[in-house]
């Protein structure tokens, strides 16, 4: 039996045009927006402020703050992991048969795990796979995640500059981002530029 709420449109490694089945919509536009907020922040002290340009790289973003990351070859369902743990070194660990594009998100939204976590006296672990990424659940922390990678790789304002000055079609800006010409489009959609 299919599922009715996967969506015929998910990429290879980004997804965000599904519906969420959420109780409290408030609380989706809230998280929404302080991932957006979060990946902004994250991009201003430790990407644009070094003279860096596009694409964004997240394994760099991720050893600034201190993660190690790591490409193993994993169980072909999972994307990535990453492990939170007291006074030790976390730890991103990265599919290595997964296609770039496809690690790449998977590393910023592990990024996105580190930076909404709590409890920081016990350990944490987040394992992701092609359905946690496609953000088909209803969990707050997933919803965060996704939303932080896709704005940590396209960032809005860089975004809506390729789109709406320099007219770039969404292959072209693929190439620039380091995403699918697909994620574009859904990112267009999700900032309300189409
Ligand atoms: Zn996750």
């Known amino acids: ?28 536009h809230m998280t929404v927006q302080e991932a957006e907020a979060e990946a902004a922040r994250l991009l201003d002290t430790s990407w644009w402020s070094l003279g860096r340009d596009l694409p964004i790289d997240p394994s760099y973003l991720a050893r600034q703050l201190g993660i190690a990351v790591r490409f193993e070859p994993l169980p072909l369902d999972e994307s990535g992991n990453i492990v939170i743990a007291p006074d030790v070194e976390p ?29 920081e006296a016990v350990t944490q672990r987040f394992v992701d796979n092609r359905d946690t990424l496609a953000g088909l659940g209803t969990d707050v922390d997933e919803i965060f995640a996704n939303q932080f990678a896709a704005a940590l790789l396209m960032p809005a304002r860089r975004v809506q500059e390729f789109f709406q000055l320099k007219n770039l079609r969404a292959d072209e800006m693929g190439i620039l981002f380091g995403t699918s010409a697909q994620a574009i489009e859904i990112r267009l959609r999700n900032l309300r530029l189409t």
């Open 1 to 28: 039996m299919t599922n009715p709420r996967k969506n015929p449109q998910v990429t290879p490694e980004f997804t965000q045009t599904v519906t969420l089945v959420v109780h409290d919509q408030d609380e989706l």
């Open 91 to 119: 730890v991103i660990t990265l599919n290595a048969n997964d296609h770039p594009n496809r690690q790449r998100f998977t590393c910023a939204h592990e990024i996105g795990h580190y930076r909404r976590r709590k409890m």
